[in-house]
């Protein structure tokens, strides 16, 4: 099965500054890769995902690149915010059922 | 649309009690997850659901956990008996299987506290 390792586990940053997550993934067929963002007591939502036939996808301040043939994806944050502060978890899989298999999570903490 | 539903939100047992954690998943949706999120372990996939029928139990930490989907609005995870260690929060979550990004929508999540 698939085995997604993420770095760092912890990132702190001063506000504005960028902040990179970065994730791997064992199995070649995954195919679809989401960050979740995971507010202190709160459940896990989606808010960027990237599919294995494109390599950059952007949204505001948010990107995620893919690199099918290294088998990692990363998470850019710019211009971080205090609201950005969180744990963000990877997860790669692929598949007709796609199950998506969860890397451990990354605590960002964003200074004032 | 309410998003997915679970209940109850907090649940504090003795060990050796019976839990049973419910999930109302979004309508329409014709696949659901069971995990349990603790610090230790980070997010488990505890089981899933694909058209009312369980396709991959592997995740299940053992006899104790059992779960159901008796139609598409309602799912349960029962543990029976509940021990200290279970203690975790347990989320479900939902989606349209065939939907183009696969996205999981995941419920508030019920906090168990096994004493």
């Known amino acids: 099965g698939e085995n997604v390792e993420q770095h760092p586990s912890t990132l702190s940053v001063q506000e504005g500054d960028s902040a990179v997550i970065k994730c791997t993934y064992s199995?070649?067929?995954?195919?679809?890769f989401p960050w979740y963002k995971q507010e202190l007591g709160k459940r896990p939502q989606l808010i960027i995902d990237?599919?294995?036939?494109?390599g950059e996808k952007k949204d505001q301040r948010i990107a995620v690149t893919l690199n099918k043939t290294a088998k990692h994806f990363s998470l850019h944050i710019t211009e971080t915010q205090p609201e950005d502060s969180a744990v963000y978890f990877c997860?790669?899989?692929?598949?007709?059922?796609?199950?998506?298999?969860f890397g451990r999570g990354t605590s960002l903490i964003v200074h004032p | 649309d309410a998003g997915v539903i679970q209940s109850p939100r907090h649940e504090v047992t003795e060990m050796g009690q019976e839990v049973t954690l419910r999930c109302k998943p979004i309508?329409?949706?014709?696949?659901l997850f069971w995990y349990r999120q603790t610090m230790m372990r980070g997010l488990e996939l505890l089981i899933y659901?694909?058209?009312?029928?369980?396709?991959?139990d592997s995740g299940m930490p053992e006899d104790r956990f059992s779960a159901k989907m008796p139609n598409a609005s309602f799912s349960t995870l029962k543990i029976q008996p509940s021990e200290p260690r279970d203690s975790a929060v347990y989320f479900c979550?939902?989606?349209?299987?065939?939907?183009?990004?696969?996205?999981?929508?995941f419920g508030p999540g019920t906090r168990l506290t096994v004493l």
């Open positions: 990237i599919r294995s036939n494109v």
């Open positions: 997860a790669g899989g692929g598949g007709g059922s796609y199950i998506p298999t």
């Open positions: 659901f694909n058209n009312n029928v369980p396709i991959d």
């Open positions: 199995d070649s067929a995954s195919n679809y």
């Open positions: 309508s329409g949706h014709n696949s």
């Open positions: 979550a939902s989606r349209r299987v065939g939907t183009r990004y696969n996205e999981q929508f």
